[in-house]
Structures are given as structure tokens and as C-alpha cells.
């Protein structure tokens, strides 16, 4: 059991909080563990990615709200003190070792599919592998760009990575529902190649683009079919590929 340190509400259907971490928990940036509550004298666990990086000290995780949800209706109430379950063993495929070196790394999230780029882009490791960086978080409303702050101000600024992120990382966050500067899905901005087009890259290629994805399901769906139609492989633990995939499990 560990203590929750701190909870931040985003909006009434988002929050994040941080807690104390085993000193034996090892993770790599991007992979999961079971997470959850005893509820009713029982574990309640559900997967949730590591939102921090494998250099921090406490652990940190994003998470929605549902009312009524098994987990998440419990799991939005708690406070600095609380106790919560971490797993033991942390898994996943969306690592950098399951991706063919490349120049371009695309990260594409939708809602809480953002967790699993927070902990890669604060990984050292990341920018050692790829000559750029393009994380892409769309939500439906603004107030759902969780972590905007931390991504395009502070982590520039980092006293140990803001000279990496600085020359490698870009963000870019589009708003679906609400007016915003760029207001496409993932999906759509592949297709009409405004995606690569607004870097002045050139269209995704297998050769030289690497992505990995975390979104619903209808998302993963969609992007991995568009990567598909343009040659790009799917990579797994044991084969690394072209791009990898996993869902944004918490749903209820
Ligand atoms: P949209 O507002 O056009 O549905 P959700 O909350 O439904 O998971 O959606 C989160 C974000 O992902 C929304 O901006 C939504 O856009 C977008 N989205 C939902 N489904 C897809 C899809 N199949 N392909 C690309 N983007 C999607």
C-alpha cells in the first residue's frame, strides 16, 4: 500500500495525483501497472500508466471520472494520506526498445492516452534514440490538455532535460469541441498530411517516422490503419517495429 502525496482535479471528468513509491518498484517510461483501491475488503485494480518518469522519486498517474465506474467513482475522492494499491510489476509495449531506431518520434494521444508520453518525454532515453520528437494530445475541450503548462513551459526550462526538449520536443495540442488553434483529430490531420506538412517534413514514411499510440479504442483503431496503408509495422516486446500501440485502459 502506498500514500497518496497530492491530487489534482483538471475538470469534473479528469484528475491526477501523485504517491509514495516502493524503492523496489522498477518501470520503464510508458508502461503500466495495476492500480487501485481495497474496496469492500477486496483489491479493485485497473491498469494506469506511470504518468512520471523512472527517475522520480514518487509515482504519478492520470486518471478519468466516471460516476458511476467501479474504480474511478471511488478513486476520484481521494486525498493527500489516502492509501492506494501499486502493483509490483510494471509491463506495456509502448518503450522505446520495441521501436527500430528513427529520426521522427509521433506520439499520438487522445484524453487520458496522454499518461504514458508524459513519463517518455522526461526520459533521458527518448531523446537519446530520435532526432525529434512530435507529441500530439487532442481532447475535446481545452481544459482536458492535462499537463499543457508542464510540457510547453517548464519542461523547457528543466535544469536537467530543458536543453534536450528544447531542441527536440514539440507539442502539439488540438481541441476538437471548442474553438482552439488546431482543432483536427489525429486522424484527420494524417490524412490531409497537415500533420507532417506544418513542420515542414515530409509525409510519414516507415523509413524514416516512428510512432506510438494511446487513445480509445476507436482511435487506436483508425491511426494504426492509416500508419498500416503506409507500410508502418507493428512492434511488440519481443519484435521490435514501426510504431506500437496500446489502449487508454481506464474507462470506467
Ligand atoms: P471528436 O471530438 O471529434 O470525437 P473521447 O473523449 O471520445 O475518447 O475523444 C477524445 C478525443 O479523441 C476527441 O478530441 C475526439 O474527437 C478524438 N477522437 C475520438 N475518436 C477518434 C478517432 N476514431 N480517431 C481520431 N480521433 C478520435
Known amino acids: 500500500m502506498e500514500r497518496v502525496l497530492t491530487v489534482h482535479h483538471w475538470t469534473d471528468r479528469l484528475f491526477s495525483f501523485t504517491c509514495t513509491r516502493d ?12 492500480i487501485g483501491l481495497v ?3 477486496k483489491p479493485l485494480v485497473r491498469a494506469y500508466s506511470m504518468v512520471s518518469p523512472p527517475w522520480e522519486e514518487h509515482l504519478e498517474f492520470l486518471s478519468i471520472k ?6 474511478t467513482s471511488r478513486l476520484q475522492h481521494i ?8 502493483g509490483k510489476k510494471a509491463t506495456g509495449t509502448l518503450v522505446n526498445e520495441n521501436l527500430l531506431p528513427g529520426g521522427v518520434l509521433w506520439l499520438f494521444a487522445t484524453g487520458t492516452g496522454l499518461a504514458p508520453f508524459m513519463s517518455l518525454i522526461r526520459e533521458p532515453e527518448t531523446y537519446d534514440r530520435f532526432d525529434r520528437i512530435v507529441l500530439v494530445h487532442t481532447v475535446r475541450q481545452v481544459a482536458e490538455l492535462a499537463y499543457r503548462e508542464l510540457i510547453s513551459k517548464d519542461l523547457p526550462e528543466h535544469e536537467l532535460l530543458g536543453e534536450m526538449v528544447a531542441g527536440k520536443l514539440t507539442y502539439l ?4 469541441r471548442e474553438p482552439f488553434g488546431t482543432t483536427e483529430r ?4 494524417i490524412e490531409s498530411g497537415s500533420l507532417t506538412g506544418r513542420f515542414g517534413l515530409p509525409p510519414l514514411s516507415p523509413e524514416r517516422d516512428r510512432a ?3 487513445g480509445s479504442e476507436a482511435m487506436n483503431a483508425d491511426v494504426r490503419a492509416l500508419l498500416e496503408a503506409r507500410g508502418f509495422v507493428e512492434g511488440s516486446n519481443s519484435n521490435p517495429g514501426s510504431y506500437v500501440v496500446e489502449k487508454a485502459f481506464v474507462t470506467k
Open 23 to 34: 524503492t523496489s518498484f522498477r518501470f520503464g517510461a510508458g508502461q503500466f501497472a495495476m
Open 39 to 41: 474496496v469492500e475488503g
Open 66 to 71: 466516471v460516476q458511476h465506474g467501479p474504480l
Open 79 to 86: 486525498r493527500p494520506g489516502d492509501g492506494v494499491l501499486i
Open 173 to 176: 495540442p488540438s481541441v476538437t
Open 186 to 189: 489525429i486522424t484527420t490531420m
Open 212 to 214: 506510438m499510440l494511446c
